[in-house]
């Protein structure tokens, strides 16, 4: 793209952003919730591009004052000043340039949106459910290093130790966008505590990331969810087992199932649960939609498809890595205990990667 073409489109961003910025503080707007939060956050996303507009706006015109001075100066010594001055400004230019090419990439509309993380042992039987545990340790680590507030929201023990299945609220700045390639399927290969024979096991557990749907995302129709009510089980203290306060909400229209029992009352429960219900309602309609939209071609990054194996962690070589961008880091025991960012963020290059290329070749 030409300067004049990046300027151009530039200039309908830092219109459009001019334009938002009115809309928001406007009483009308404010009082309908659904079209507010949505202007808010193209305003957020807006912001940064327009800062960036106007420091490549500062420099275009100073690059054509330098260059003005080299064609009229005759002054040897203030020529020199100006070459030198023209050089530093083409530098920053070059490096404004990458940055705005990262900025125009379309953004996920749902990646500021707080999460629900469902961990689900798959094959390997005691071995899965204890890496459920693993992984539910890590990613909680992860959490806490980012500054961001998990809470358990239904867990159900394995049969020796560890989880046949867990799942949690994450809630803070970005989540879904750090998180949203962690769904797939997570596998193992380790001696299991159970093997006498020190031989090497691979299990696999399931990882599911939902970005956490408001009722302004998704409507659902309350006379279409059957709720029952059941005593909870293991651990939780006595009070679970005195009361029905565990709760199990049916979507009857898809056979959607959400049970919730970690909570203290029934009524935090079914809140809980109708936020996970609406949750993966959301997520579904959302993949169908991307499903339509791609269908000619399949991201190697986030393809949607959580039974597609995403991760090896080796054990025995102390290695991980993702299949999806051929990434491995030989750090096991420092990214078990949370120190994933590295991985995050070279899944989130290549995405990004990938939008700028389709970008590219749409403009062709």
Known sequence: MSDQGLLKKLEEISFRYDEVSKLIVDPEIISDMKRYVKLNREYKDLEPIVKTYISYKNILSNIDSSKDILKTETDEEFKEMAKLELDELLQKKETLDEEIKWLLIPKDPDDNKDVIVELRAGTGGDEACIFVEDLYRMFTMFFKEKGWKSELINSNEGSVKGYREISMSVSGEGVYGELKF??????????????????????????????????????????????????????????????????????????????CQDGRSQHKNYDKALQVLRSRLYQAEVEKKDKERAEHRKSLVSTGDRS?????????????????????????????????????????????????????????
């Open 182 to 259: 962690e769904s797939g399927v997570h596998r193992v290969q380790r001696v299991p505590e159970t093997e006498s024979q020190g031989r090497v096991h691979t299990s696999a557990i399931t990882v599911a990331v939902l970005p956490e749907a408001e009722e302004i995302d998704f409507e659902l129709n309350l006379s279409d969810v059957k709720k029952d009510t059941f005593r909870a089980s293991g651990a939780g203290g006595q009070h679970v087992n005195k009361t029905e306060s565990a709760v199990r909400l049916t979507h009857l229209p898809t056979n959607t199932v959400v049970e």
């Open 308 to 364: 597609a194996k995403i991760r090896t962690y080796n054990y025995p070589q102390g290695r991980i890595t993702d299949h999806r961008i051929g990434k491995t880091i030989y750090n096991l025991s420092n990214f078990i205990n949370g120190d994933m960012q590295e991985m995050i963020d070279a899944l989130k290059m290549a995405e990004n990667a990938e939008k700028l290329k389709e970008g590219i070749q749409s403009e062709e």
